[in-house]
C-alpha cells in the first residue's frame, strides 16, 4: 500500500479522498491554489503545497507544479478525483514518468474511452449500442450530410465537453451550418478544442448509468446502476440508486453491456459507462468517464462498497476480493447536489461567506461537502459545495428521509438550490418515478 497519496483537486472530493487516505492509515498531501488558502482540504490533510494563483490553468491544471509537490512531498501515488486532470492521458502518463502511481486507469484506457468520439468508435467495435450520430466533423458539406442522415431535432456535441457544457440542440436543417460555427467557437473558447460530432435526440430519454471496478488482474464488476435523469441544463441534479425505470431483465441486459464495455478496452479502476434509454427500453452507451464519479456515494450506499478505498488499494495492485455474484444492492440511496447558485438569477454561481450551516444528521442521512461555518465560497471554481446522501430500506422511505434531511440543512449566507431540491421531492411524477431528462424543464420548477 501507498504510504503517502497526493490529492490533485479542491472541494468536497478532495476531502472525500482525504477521509478515505486516514482511515487506511495512509499519510496525505493536499495542493491549493492562493484563493483556497482556508480551504478545508486543506485543514484536513498531513501537508498542504500551495500551487499557483486562483484560475484553474494556474493551480489545479497546471501539472508541472502539481508533479513537483509530489515529488518535493515524496508521494507515492496521486489522486486526480474529477473533473480537473482526472481523464487528461497526458498527466496519467507523465506521473508514471516520475515514478507516481496514478490513481485510475492508464493513460492509454483514458485515450480510448475518456474522450468521446473514440469511445464511441471503440464501443461501436466491441458491439456495444451507441447513440446513432456521426463522427467528429472536419468538413461542413459532409457534415450537412450526416445531419441529414440522422434526423432532426440533433445534437452538436463537443468532443472535449464534460460537466453538461458544449452540447447544442438543433431543430431544423436551415440552422444547422450557423449553430456548427458557433458550437465550435464555444468549444474552443471553453475546452481548447473546438471538435464537435453530432448525435440523434433521444426524447423522451432517461441517463442510467453503471458503476465498474476493475483490478489490474482481469477482474472486472459493475456495481449496480444510478439513474441520473434528474437534470437541469444537461447537469445532473438529483441521482438515486437502483433506478427505478427498469426492470430485472433490462437491468441484466444493462450490466451485460456494461462489463463487455469494460472489457473490451481492458478497463482498471473506477468508471461509469452512462447510458441513454429510449421509450422503448433500449439502451444506448454515450459516454465513460474514466474517473471517480460525483455521484459515487449513492452506489457506495447500496453496495456497501467504499468506491475511494478501492481507486487507491487497486491502483496499489490489489485484487477485488469480490466475483459479480458476491455483489447485491441493499435498499435504495439518493444524492441531491447542493449548489452555490442563485435560484432569482437563473441558477447563476454565488458565492460568498457562510454566516450560518447546520447539517442535518440521523441513521442513514450522509453529507460529503468542504464547506464550514465561516468559510468563504470563493467565485473562480465549480458551483457544487456539497452532497446530500441518503439511504433507506426503499424508495418511498429513502425519499422522506431525503425530504426531511433537506428541510434540516440550513445555508445562511449565500445562495443555493435548496428549494428547487425540496420542490423535487415533493413531486407526485418524481414519487412514483416517472420521470426523463426533460422533467426540469416541463415542471417549469425552475
Ligand atoms: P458527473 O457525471 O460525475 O457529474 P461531470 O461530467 O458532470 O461528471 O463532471 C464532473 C465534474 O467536473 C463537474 O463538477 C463538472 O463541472 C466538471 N467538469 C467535467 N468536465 C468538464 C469540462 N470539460 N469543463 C469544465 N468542467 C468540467
Ligand atoms: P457530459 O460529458 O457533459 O456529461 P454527456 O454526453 O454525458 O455530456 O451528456 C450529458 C447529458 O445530456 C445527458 O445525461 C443527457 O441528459 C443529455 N444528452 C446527451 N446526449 C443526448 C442525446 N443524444 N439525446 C438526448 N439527450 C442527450
Ligand atoms: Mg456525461
Not at 477521509?19 to 488558502?37: F, H, I, L, P, Q
Not at 490553468?57 to 489522486?79: F, P, Q, W
Request: hydrophobic share 40%.
Amino acid at each position: 500500500m501507498f504510504g503517502k497519496v497526493l490529492i490533485a483537486n479542491r472541494g468536497e472530493v478532495a476531502v472525500r479522498v482525504i477521509r478515505a487516505c486516514r482511515e487506511m492509515g495512509v499519510s496525505t498531501v493536499a495542493v491549493y491554489s492562493e484563493a483556497d488558502s482556508e480551504a478545508l482540504h486543506v485543514h484536513l490533510a498531513d501537508e498542504s503545497i500551495c500551487i499557483g494563483p486562483p484560475p484553474v490553468t494556474d493551480s489545479y491544471l497546471n501539472m508541472t507544479s502539481i508533479l513537483s509537490a509530489a515529488v518535493c512531498s515524496g508521494a507515492e501515488a496521486i489522486h486526480p478525483g474529477y473533473g480537473l486532470l482526472s481523464e487528461n492521458s497526458k498527466f496519467a502518463s507523465l506521473c508514471t514518468t516520475c515514478g507516481i502511481a496514478f490513481i485510475g486507469p492508464p493513460p492509454d484506457v483514458i485515450d480510448a474511452m475518456g474522450d468521446k468520439d473514440n469511445a464511441r468508435k471503440t464501443m461501436s467495435k466491441a458491439d456495444v449500442p451507441v447513440v446513432p450520430g456521426s463522427n467528429v466533423i472536419n468538413d461542413i458539406n459532409k457534415a450537412k450530410v450526416a445531419a441529414e442522415r440522422i434526423g432532426f431535432p440533433l445534437l452538436i456535441k463537443a468532443k472535449a465537453g464534460g460537466g453538461g457544457r458544449g452540447i447544442r440542440q438543433v431543430e431544423k436543417p436551415e440552422d444547422f451550418k450557423n449553430a456548427c460555427e458557433t458550437a465550435s467557437a464555444e468549444a474552443m473558447a471553453a475546452f481548447s478544442d473546438g471538435g464537435l460530432y453530432l448525435e440523434k435526440l433521444i426524447s423522451p430519454a432517461r441517463h442510467i448509468e453503471v458503476q465498474i471496478m476493475a483490478d489490474k488482474h482481469g477482474n472486472v464488476l459493475c456495481l449496480g446502476e444510478r439513474e441520473c435523469s434528474l437534470q437541469r441544463r444537461n447537469q445532473k441534479v438529483l441521482e438515486e440508486s437502483p433506478s427505478p425505470a427498469i426492470n430485472e431483465e433490462q437491468r441484466e441486459r444493462l450490466y451485460h453491456i456494461a462489463s463487455r464495455a469494460a472489457r473490451a478496452v481492458g478497463y482498471q479502476n473506477a468508471g461509469t459507462i452512462e447510458f441513454l434509454m429510449d421509450e422503448n427500453g433500449h439502451f444506448y452507451f454515450m459516454e465513460m468517464n474514466t474517473r471517480l464519479q460525483v455521484e459515487h456515494p449513492v452506489t457506495e450506499m447500496v453496495t456497501g462498497i467504499d468506491i475511494v478505498k478501492w481507486q487507491i488499494r487497486v491502483a496499489a495492485g490489489h485484487r477485488l476480493p469480490w466475483k459479480q455474484k458476491d455483489i447485491s444492492i441493499n435498499g435504495h440511496a439518493m444524492e441531491c447536489r447542493i449548489n452555490a447558485e442563485n435560484p432569482h438569477e437563473n441558477y447563476r454561481p454565488s458565492c460568498g461567506k457562510i454566516t450560518l450551516l447546520h447539517v442535518p444528521g440521523g441513521p442513514g442521512v450522509r453529507f460529503d461537502s468542504a464547506i464550514y461555518q465561516g468559510y468563504t465560497v470563493p467565485p473562480f471554481y465549480d458551483s457544487m459545495i456539497g452532497k446530500l446522501i441518503v439511504h433507506a430500506n426503499t424508495r418511498e422511505e429513502a425519499i422522506r428521509k431525503m425530504h426531511s434531511a433537506l428541510s434540516e440543512l440550513v445555508i445562511e449566507g449565500i445562495e443555493h438550490n435548496l428549494e428547487l431540491q425540496l420542490a423535487i421531492t415533493r413531486d407526485d411524477e418524481f414519487l412514483l418515478g416517472k420521470y426523463d431528462t426533460s422533467f426540469l424543464t416541463r415542471k417549469k420548477v425552475l
